[in-house]
T-cell receptor, first 116, second 113 residues
Framework: AQKVTQAQTEISVVEKEDVTLDCVYETRDTTYYLFWYKQPPSGELVFLIRRNSFDEQNEISGRYSWNFQKSTSSFNFTITASQVVDSAVYFCALSDITGGGNKLTFGTGTQLKVEL | DAGITQSPRHKVTETGTPVTLRCHQTENHRYMYWYRQDPGHGLRLIHYSYGVKDTDKGEVSDGYSVSRSKTEDFLLTLESATSSQTSVYFC????????????FGQGTRLTVV
């Protein structure tokens, strides 16, 4: 069975601080995909990034960066110079692609609060 | 933004009544999914569809049924609503091929009283 653990339930930071959200996953599949989604207070789910199991390159997009390490089964997300608009719940998810499609197993989410 | 519309957006219903939630997409994606979101659980897969009339169960399918008679519509039915089905329900879509990102609708908040 697949499992995603986001041990940090809630993180509070002051604006401009850097913050890292942790994600640890379990799977027996050799091919899999990992995702991060953002859920702002308005409630919608916003796709942030997709990473496949064969690509361990770190990725940077503006203030966001992701560190994927297969050796520790982790896919951590860092926000540099956080802003109030980053306040949201962030979900890490792991795909099950058997039969095609993309069935996701989600972590329980990390609530990030960025204060002035 | 992906063209996904969920209806209704909010619903209050009584225990024991049937309820149907609708997901409509304009992207012509093959795969559609229903998830529920509950505090402490993240999102959990209820049912999914891999084509017209092709559906399968997810992790928390008990008490739910689905139907997909057209590519663009995926219906979720609570056969006899219970208070434990009070939740936020999200529909998602993804293109063919494993691992492509799933895009989510705005969610439906269902309260069973």
């Amino acid at each position: 069975a697949q499992k995603v653990t986001q041990a940090q339930t809630e993180i509070s930071v002051v604006e401009k601080e850097d913050v890292t959200l942790d994600c640890v996953y379990e799977t027996r599949d050799t091919t899999y995909y990992l995702f991060w989604y953002k859920q702002p207070p308005s409630g919608e789910l916003v796709f942030l990034i997709r990473r496949n199991s064969f690509d361990e390159q770190n990725e940077i997009s503006g203030r966001y960066s992701w560190n994927f390490q297969k050796s520790t089964s982790s896919f951590n997300f860092t926000i540099t110079a956080s802003q109030v608009v980053d306040s949201a719940v962030y979900f890490c998810a792991l795909s099950d692609i058997t039969g095609g499609g993309n069935k996701l197993t989600f972590g329980t989410g990390t609530q990030l609060k960025v204060e002035l | 933004d992906a063209g996904i519309t969920q209806s209704p957006r909010h619903k209050v219903t009584e225990t024991g009544t049937p309820v149907t939630l609708r997901c409509h997409q304009t992207e012509n994606h093959r795969y559609m999914y229903w998830y529920r979101q509950d505090p402490g659980h993240g999102l959990r897969l209820i049912h999914y569809s891999y084509g017209v009339k092709d559906t399968d169960k997810g992790e928390v399918s008990d008490g739910y049924s689905v139907s997909r008679s057209k590519t663009e519509d995926f219906l979720l039915t609570l056969e006899s609503a219970t208070s434990s089905q009070t939740s936020v329900y999200f529909c998602a879509i993804s293109e063919s091929g494993g691992g492509l990102a799933a895009f989510f609708g705005q969610g439906t908040r269902l309260t069973v009283v």
